[in-house]
């Protein structure tokens, strides 16, 4: 058996493959992508009725084509195996998934949620980026070689007849010879700076309409063209006709990846088995392949979330045709087979748009074929061919007995051929759009099943329908449905689902970036992601938020091995030494946490900040998911430092802007010995395009045990200009402060949502809770008795052994229950264990819940508001 290792594997060259691999290469990371498919320079793409009967992927028959045709019980559908993945035969349109549609815990008929953790405005960027590399630009239906293409004057005529929204969707095909010329049809293309991996010459469009069969002429951006060959440019190995069969995750760190190499020459059925491993694995093998190998190896992935499986959808196809088109009684040419597959778009309102009653939104999309189609279309209108054929045959035998045959039979060939009416007179209609992805892919007998139908998203595909029979009747077209659809089955070129992300392991498979919850160093990046349909085509979708995981994985240096990054390297310092431990190993423990409070913009201290922002209605909160990956290595690392996830909330801010990057110590070391921090540091990005940083600690110090609960649930915060890490604190720029606090109903929410994935979770949760307790004891101890020994059995009988019961856990769950606090001849002792019970009291009063958030005065004691006042004052503790 072969073995070797790379930085990273990426099993798919799709959307979310290609891109990964551009990324990650171009960052000078060794790349290895394994594409199960052939690569096709243009000029190889299936044509003839021989080349198209071999087209197909099946190597258990011999097939190692381009299409891969699904079966199952709901509906087909069709994908592609190949260099490039879905690039190869998709239509080319760039439309992003609208921004009301990242819908958040929407309920799905039989339970769960849909829910996008991520936002428009994040990727944004991400969007732009891939629709720079893929060339996008809309259909130049204003220059003159381009303006005669009728299909799309004829949707947008009945857009307006029926006042809908029309548009040119962004498509990545090249109508120039380089961006910005003049368009023209069979140009030579100029091939960028990363040159092209096939090494022949690409030409312009030439409007033949064959897109979804392959792209001849290499007018098609497709991945080949683009992301992968920047990828091969900058170092990524390509390797085809590479299937994966088995993935796992290594004792070491990092994962191992099983593939065999097709030989299509020798057809072997069982070729040699070969493995390769790598410190990050990147799954974009589709919905159903990323999805399938998931659940093959799902038992070397202990405490694999649930959610494997689930969510799936087919994105709303909906495939219908447009027949013998008339304006008044003249035929209207709509020429499908003229001009890209899809030119033109138009959109149906969503209820989330603030529509009522629209129900979930869709795009209708004029389709194409190939002219040779035509022929096919033709030869189908069988009563119309009959009928030729008899008059052709009636006329010749007439014209033999006359004994004055007509010898030019043109004109009657010509009429037996027709007048191609009912070709260029019909249109495929392309639907798409949310429909409910309730969906489950599961194993039976170890093949790839799918549970889904259309029954629950009838209203959806009665709309649709509806709406395009409104179109045929303006265009004056008879509406013929898929012949399939009276068994209400449909063809999806277009799954998602399967393995989608979500903000924890209860949500999702993967978290927002693609990594899969408590699998280091795994990523999804591909169809499988999806938490729900995304509405338009979903390429830009996949390749963005791959672009964005990619942006994720490069940023956060302190990565090794597949390993989350440690304390010391996340703030700028290194370990001498790292563990590395299979996941299997691992157990991880999460909760989540909300906090409130207000922000003032142009202020630099926290106090100050609080105050302004209450004074002018200035709220901030937020709500993070803290993960700790290895509870183990969490606890015996000084920084103690976890991933933080979520969003955070302000108007200031332009509304919820979702965490990019996160990171939350606890209990780390402070400025003196006597001091200790929570510390979070987390990266977003404002409405307005500007990147932030929100800097905030809790200040754990020696004092009287007062101070407690107000220091474990007081967040002081700065927010610094740009993504700043700690090291540059001192010379960011901050754009504003304020505080925040976690009011008891929050407090008591906090504590349901503690989870452990992993072995031995109950022994690692209370490992957890023997470490908050012994530190805080610890903390407030010694300010709490002076330093003299209680002369009671309940509590230390001497210094050292007071100094002991800082880890000793039963003492610490004393000072938790307050039983440490019986004690004593000492009267600061017995005062401050007074104040304690003072303090309880206030604590458990409804004030403190702050509903609204009160002010300090209103549910402090007199030492918390006079420290409060010296915030207030800009006095608050520094975060060094």
């Known amino acids: 058996m072969n073995r070797e290792h790379t930085d990273v594997v990426v099993v798919g060259s799709g959307f979310g493959g290609s891109v990964a691999a551009y990324r990650l290469a171009e960052a000078g990371l060794s790349v290895v992508v394994l594409e199960r498919g052939q690569d096709y320079p243009p000029g190889t793409f299936a044509r003839t009725p021989a080349q198209m009967s071999r087209a197909f992927w099946d190597p258990a028959e011999g097939l190692y084509g381009l299409y891969d045709v699904w079966g199952f019980r709901g509906f087909d559908s069709v994908v592609s195996s190949g260099l490039g993945g879905g690039s190869l035969i998709y239509a080319n349109v760039l439309l992003r998934k609208d921004e009301e549609w990242f819908v958040k815990e929407e309920a799905l008929p039989e339970g769960g949620y849909e829910t996008w953790p991520v936002s428009r405005q994040e990727l944004d960027p991400h969007y732009d980026a891939v629709e720079g590399m893929l060339g996008g630009t809309p259909y130049p239906l204003d220059h003159p070689a ?11 005529d009945a857009a307006a007849e029926l006042g809908l929204d029309w548009q040119l969707p962004s498509l990545a095909v090249s109508f120039a010879p380089t961006p910005g010329a003049e368009p023209g049809l069979g140009l030579p293309i100029t091939d960028p700076k990363y040159g092209n991996l096939h090494g022949v010459q690409r030409r312009s469009c030439r409007l033949c309409g064959e897109c979804y069969l392959g792209c001849n002429d290499g007018a098609k951006n497709s991945l080949d063209h683009t992301y992968l060959s920047a990828a091969r440019h900058h170092g990524a190995d390509l390797r085809t006709l590479h299937e994966v069969r088995e993935i796992r995750p290594r004792p070491e760190g990092g994962y191992e990846v ?65 027949l013998r088109a008339k304006d008044r009684d003249r035929l209207r040419p709509l020429d499908a087979s003229l001009g890209p597959t899809i030119t033109s778009a138009i959109r149906l309102p969503d209820e989330v748009d603030g529509v009522p009653g629209a129900g979930r939104g869709a795009y209708i999309e004029d389709g194409g074929y190939p002219n040779f189609v035509g022929w096919m279309v033709e030869e189908a209108d069988i009563a119309h061919e009959i009928s030729r054929i008899v008059r052709l045959m009636r006329e010749r035998f007439a014209a033999f007995f006359s004994h004055a045959p007509d010898t030019n039979l043109s004109g009657e060939v010509s009429e037996l051929i027709g007048d191609g009416a009912l070709s260029v007179s019909s249109l495929p209609l392309l639907g798409m759009g949310r429909d409910v992805p309730d969906g489950v892919l599961r194993l039976r007998g170890g093949r790839l099943d799918a549970d889904w139908t259309t029954k629950t998203s009838e209203e959806y595909f009665a709309r649709m329908r509806s709406t395009m029979k409104r179109i045929a009747a303006v265009l004056g077209a008879t509406y013929a449905d898929n012949p399939i659809w009276f068994r209400k089955r449909i063809i999806t070129v277009h799954p998602g689902g399967g393995a989608p992300m979500g903000r924890h392991p209860g949500e999702g498979v993967c978290d927002p970036f693609g990594e899969v919850h408590g699998f280091p160093g795994l990523y999804i990046a591909d169809g499988a992601a999806l ?112 991933r933080a996830e979520g969003w955070i909330d302000a108007a200031v801010c332009g509304g919820r802007c979702q965490i990019e990057r ?19 540091r987390l990266h977003f990005t404002d409405a307005e395009g500007r990147p932030r940083t929100l800097s905030g600690w809790k200040d754990i110090r020696h004092r009287a045990a007062t101070r407690v609960w107000p220091d474990t649930t007081t967040l002081f915060f700065r927010i610094f200009e740009g993504h700043v890490m700690e090291s540059d604190d001192d010379e ?71 100094a002991a019961t800082a880890t000793d856990p039963e003492a ?56 409060d006042s010296e915030a207030a004052a800009g006095n608050e503790p520094s975060p060094a």
């Open 258 to 322: 099983d593939y065999v190499h097709h030989d299509p020459l020798t057809k072997a059925r069982k070729p040699e088995s070969r493995t390769i491993s790598c410190d990050r694995l990147v799954l974009a093998a589709g919905a159903y392949g990323t999805t399938y190998l998931l659940l093959r190896n799902k038992a070397r992935f202990p405490g694999l979330s649930d959610a494997l499986g689930t969510r799936f959808s087919g994105n709303g196809d909906l495939l219908t045709f447009l």
């Open 531 to 642: 938490p729900g349909a995304v509405g338009p085509n979903p390429s830009l979708t996949i390749a963005a938020l791959s672009d964005r995981m990619c942006t994720r994985l490069l940023e956060d240096t302190g990565r090794v091995h597949g390993t989350r990054p440690v304390g010391g390297a996340v703030n700028g310092t290194t370990r001498g030494s790292e563990v590395h431990r299979g996941a299997e190993e691992r157990t991880s423990l999460s909760f989540t946490e909300e906090m409130k409070g207000f922000f003032a913009e142009g202020e630099h201290a926290p106090g100050a900040g609080e105050q302004a922002g209450r004074d002018h209605g200035h709220r901030l909160g937020f709500r993070l998911t803290i993960t700790v990956d290895d509870v183990d290595r969490f606890l015996e690392e000084p920084e103690h430092t976890a």
């Open 812 to 867: 610490a769950a004393g000072f938790k229950n307050g039983t440490a606090l019986r004690a004593t001849g000492d009267a600061q002792a017995v005062a401050d264990a007074q104040a304690v019970g003072d303090f309880e009291v206030v604590a458990n009063s409804e004030t403190l819940a702050f509903p609204e958030l009160v002010a300090p005065s209103e549910v402090a004691t007199d030492s918390q508001v006079a420290a």
């Open 146 to 156: 381009f303006a005669t293409t009728a299909k799309a004057h004829a949707m947008q």
């Open 662 to 680: 996160g990171w939350f110590n606890l209990f780390c070391p402070g400025s003196a010995p006597d001091r200790k921090l929570m510390r979070y």
């Open 732 to 802: 960011a720029a901050i754009a504003g402060a304020g505080i925040l606090r976690l009011g008891l109903d929050d407090f008591a929410r906090q504590l349901t949502t503690f989870r452990t994935e992993g072995p031995n979770g109950l022994a690692a949760l209370e490992r957890f809770g023997h470490f908050f307790l012994s530190e805080l004891w610890d903390v407030y101890r010694p300010k709490l008795f002076h330093g003299h020994a209680p002369d009671t059995v309940d509590a230390p009988q001497t210094a050292a052994g007071s």
